[in-house]
């Protein structure tokens, strides 16, 4: 009987089971399964060595080992144990019987099935690695590279290599063409293809499956498909690269195989399609980057260029150039304008525009900062910058010419205020020296003038002998020209000492009348040798001036000097003195030749003559004018002319009367904002009933009442007691109401009282004539007297009209009394000034155009002085080409408001009032 391997493993079948699972359970893969489940799945092993058959059982064993990779991931070598363990079992079982011949056949056979199984892994896992290792390269081809053509060409490589195809080609949407074009390609000779002819969805930007035909010889294709391929492919793969939902192009291989693409292969194109598709929009974003970053790296250095040449510039001009910004902070200061102002540049950056002017003398720095705030002022109230300003600013022993001018854009923003500074100390210098110069010479000149006019004298009185009428002619000629050659040099010499600062100016109280008959007297004689009428009035009562009597005696010789010479004979020549608010003027008017209006604007330069016969004949120097300028602004006074051709000329000048000291004299008055105190109301009444009513109702109101029962004691009262308001009955037992008003309004320090009337007599319009704020009819409500009385404080106050038209002057006075107000005049911005700084009034109507100083002139001081920089001004012209650019600019200059000529009452009562709004927003300093 044979022996049976079957039935002996039946036999031993629970001591191999036992045996053998002590191997299985201490792997990995079956630890954690019971004894059972190990035995059940390791029985097809078992039942594989069963089989007669040697291809069968490799067959068997193959099948297990591939199950338990599957299904419990054994590994090769868990999968080797079990193995041997087994064939170990069996072969100790049967080596110990003598029996293990009989089995070697079959655990050979275990053994090389098992070996092959683990051959066809390999393969199958390096076959796996080597597309993993494709994949990746073409990864990292794509990630590590922005150069587009690059990546393209060695993607494409990658995928065909790794697909065994052998061509392979990348389009690239055009789409200004509509067409893809090949970028790169590897064995490829394709033609542009037309968008329009891809499959829609492609074209749509749908990521959709790559088109596979394994063989174009036997398959129907697309007419698209045919321009693409080359008759020596078989197989083609071809698929839409999309990215961010855009269409941007196609990825295509092809072989000259039928078949050629396995599912691995297109597995591997599907996913190389997506990253080349991302690629290229990466490289398209980057392209875009790198464009911008090169154009604006080279517009930064083109602009680095720009700004270094303008810091060459600036480091290396002469002038001082200094830049503060809209705020006023210090943001540039050159190499020159630190030397001129002898401070180191950081120490003024970033710092407020006084510290940089600081080192300047005080009225140069005053000026300088009241320029810069004008600037800067103008933008913050938004209205259009104002033009540059220049001054001469004083630094040690240096002279500095400043100039200041707003920054402003192409756009018209304002962005800062240059200031140039230029030092103009040798400049000045040379000045002074040439007025050394002149005065030597004019001195040296002296000694020999006065010995040839002495000796001609001499011979001309016949001292050393008779002459003859030829000689005594001759003489005179010569003694005219001594004459006229020593006025030249005494006026030289006037000019180089004011210069020089060399002039004796000694001011003394002077009445300008006593000048004035002096010099009329000395010169009475030339006028009569013309037949001219030469005469002068003045004022009685004129106020002193401060004055050097020796410089007005100058001054109004020079005057009626020239008024006699150019003058024709037979003319008429007048002078007049008389008072204005705050100074006094004299006019010197002559119905000489007059002057050209071109003439007219040069005639107080030095040595600027008229174009005209008689001025050529009668023969001058052309400087008298301009020492009368000089001497009349030496005593802060002002010089101008008016003139007609062929009619005459008037000269006048203006000389300012020492203001009065506070305390002295008619008292100032205060504004009524700063009034804390209570009103006081004086009533002017005989009658105890209306008396008792009005004291009654007023002081109700909260007024302190004063009464006077008669009128004489009216205005002295007024003066003293300065009442804020008078009611005035007209019928009075000493003097007529009417009376009494006239003249307080006659009376400067009283004229702006307003006077409310309540009379029993009819209203016949005299009272309001007179300047009456208001009449009220006998017998008065209480009511309708507080309303009348509070109508006229809300109103009160002093007005300065400065005009020098009558007629206007005249208009504005009577609409101004009509609300309340006080006027006061002036006929020009000098007078102006001075009206304001003594009278203090709460608004000034300016005529902008005016002689002497005028309105701007006047406007830009007012506004610079503390005092008087409160003080609302309304403008006034007649001359104005854009009034609204006009009013930006008046504004812009501290006017409250602007008035075009001609105007209704209502519109000038409407900028009156917007005048005396209170201002809201920022206020100066
Ligand atoms: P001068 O009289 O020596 O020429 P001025 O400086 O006094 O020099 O005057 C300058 C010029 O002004 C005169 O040359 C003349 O053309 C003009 N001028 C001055 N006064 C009068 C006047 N009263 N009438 C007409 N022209 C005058």
Redesign the pocket.
């Known amino acids: 009987m044979s022996w049976d391997f079957g039935s002996w493993l039946y036999q031993q079948r629970a001591d191999i089971d036992a045996r053998w699972l002590a191997v299985v359970q201490k792997l990995p893969a079956y630890a954690a399964l019971s004894a059972d489940e190990c035995l059940s799945y390791c029985q097809s092993l078992v039942d594989a060595l069963l089989e007669d058959q040697t291809e069968t059982l490799m067959e068997g064993v193959r099948q297990w080992a591939d199950r338990e990779v599957g299904e419990r991931r054994a590994t090769p070598s868990e999968l080797l144990s079990i193995a041997e363990g087994l064939s170990q079992v069996i072969q100790d079982l049967l080596s110990a019987e003598g029996n293990l011949g009989q089995v070697n056949g079959r655990l050979n056979a275990l053994d090389v099935a098992l070996t092959q199984y683990f051959a066809g892994e390999v393969e199958r896992l390096t076959a796996e690695k080597s597309r993993l290792e494709a994949l990746h390269e073409i990864t990292r081809e794509l990630t590590a590279s922005l150069d587009l053509g690059r990546v393209l060409h060695r993607t494409l490589a990658g995928v065909t290599t790794a697909i065994t195809a052998e061509m392979g080609v990348v389009f690239l949407v055009d789409s200004a063409a509509g067409q893809v074009v090949p970028e790169t390609a590897i064995n490829w000779n394709s033609e542009r293809i037309p968008v329009a002819v891809l499959p829609s969805a492609w074209r749509l930007g749908q990521a959709d499956l790559p088109l596979v035909l394994s063989d174009l010889q036997t398959e129907q294709t697309e007419a698209w498909v045919k321009v693409l391929a080359d008759p020596n492919m078989r197989s083609l793969m071809v698929a839409p690269l999309v990215a961010n939902g855009a269409f941007m192009g196609l990825l295509a291989v092809a072989s000259s195989r039928p078949e050629a693409f396995s599912p691995t292969h297109v597995r591997l194109f599907r996913t190389v399609l997506g990253q080349i598709a991302t690629a290229i929009g990466n490289a398209e974003v980057y392209r875009l980057l790198t464009q911008q970053a090169q154009e604006l790296g080279q517009m930064l250095r083109h602009q680095q260029e720009e700004a270094t040449k303008s810091q060459a510039i600036l480091t290396s001009i002469a002038d001082g150039v200094i830049v503060n910004n809209a705020e006023g902070q210090t943001i540039l200061v050159n190499p020159a304008a630190e030397s001129i102002l002898d401070m180191p540049g950081e120490q003024l950056i970033g710092q407020d525009f006084h510290a940089l002017f600081s080192v300047f003398d005080a009225r140069g720095r005053e000026e300088a900062v009241a320029a810069m705030e004008a600037l800067l002022g103008a933008v913050a109230l938004e209205v259009e910058v104002r033009k540059a300003f220049q001054m001469t600013l004083e630094v040690d022993s240096r002279v500095v010419h400043a100039h200041l001018s707003p920054v402003l854009t192409q756009r018209g923003d304002f962005l800062g205020v240059v200031t140039v500074l230029r030092d103009i100390t040798s400049e000045v210098e040379a000045d002074r020296a040439k007025s050394e110069f002149v005065s030597n010479v004019s001195h040296e000149l002296r000694t020999p003038m006065t010995a040839i006019k002495g000796y001609t004298d001499l011979l001309y009185a016949g001292a050393v002998g008779p002459v003859n009428d030829e000689q005594e002619r001759f003489l005179a000629i010569i003694r005219n020209n001594a004459d006229r050659l020593t006025a030249l040099i005494n006026?030289l010499l006037d000019i180089s000492r004011v210069e020089t600062g060399r002039l004796r100016f000694e001011p003394q109280p002077t009445q300008i009348g006593e000048v004035i008959s002096d010099v009329v007297n000395v010169l009475a004689g030339q006028a009569e040798a013309k037949h001219q009428t030469l005469t002068y009035g003045v004022v009685g009562g004129l106020p002193d001036v401060m004055g050097d009597r020796d410089r007005l005696n100058q001054v109004l010789t020079?005057?009626v000097?020239?008024?006699v010479?150019?003058?024709p004979e037979g003319g008429e020549i007048e002078v007049r003195a008389y008072p204005v608010e705050g100074a006094v003027r004299v006019d010197?008017q002559?119905t000489?030749?007059?002057?050209a209006t071109d003439?007219l604007g040069r005639?107080?330069e030095?040595f600027?003559?008229?174009d005209?016969p008689l001025?050529q004949e009668?023969?001058?120097?052309?400087?008298?004018?301009?020492?009368?300028k000089m001497f009349v602004e030496m005593h802060g006074g002002r010089v101008w002319?008016e003139?007609e051709q062929d009619k005459?000329?008037t000269?006048t000048f203006i000389l300012p009367v020492p203001v009065q000291v506070e305390g002295e004299g008619p008292g100032r008055r205060i504004p009524p904002c700063v009034m804390a105190r209570a009103r006081t109301i004086l009533v002017v009444d005989d009658d105890p009933n209306a008396v008792n009513l009005a004291r009654m109702q007023l002081e109700n109101s909260g007024y302190r009442v004063f009464i006077l029962g008669s009128g004489r004691s009216v205005v002295v009262w007024a003066e003293e007691k300065r009442p804020d308001l008078i009611t005035l009955d007209l019928i009075l037992p000493d003097v007529d109401g009417l009376e009494v008003l006239r003249d307080l309004k006659k009376n400067v320090a009283t004229a702006d009282i307003p006077v409310v009337v309540m009379s029993i007599r009819q209203d016949d319009g005299a009272a309001w004539g007179l300047g009456a704020a208001d009449y009220l009819t006998k017998p008065v409500e209480g009511k309708d007297l507080l309303r009348s009385v509070e109508k006229a404080l809300t109103w009160q106050g002093r007005v300065l009209i400065v005009d020098d038209d009558v007629d206007t002057l005249g208009l504005l006075s009577a609409a101004m009394r009509q609300i309340g107000f006080t006027s006061l005049v002036a006929a020009d911005g000098y007078e102006a000034l001075a009206m304001t700084r003594r009278y203090r009034p709460d608004l000034i109507l300016l005529d902008l155009r005016l002689p002497g100083m005028d309105g701007y002139e006047a406007l830009a001081h007012l506004k610079r002085d503390a005092v008087t920089q409160v003080i609302p001004i309304v403008a006034i012209s007649a001359h104005v080409a854009d009034t609204e650019q006009e009013r930006k600019r008046l504004i812009a200059s501290g006017a409250a408001s602007f008035l075009p000529k001609p105007f209704s009452i209502e519109e000038l009562l409407a900028e009156v009032e917007s005048a005396l709004q209170p201002v809201a927003g920022p206020t100066p300093g």
Request: proline share 0%; no cysteine.
């Open positions: 006026d020079n005057l000097g020239n008024a010479r150019y003058t010197v002559d000489g030749i007059g002057i003439d005639i107080f030095r600027y003559r008229a005209h001025v009668v023969g001058g120097s052309g400087l008298g004018l301009s020492i009368v002319v003139s005459g000329s000269f």
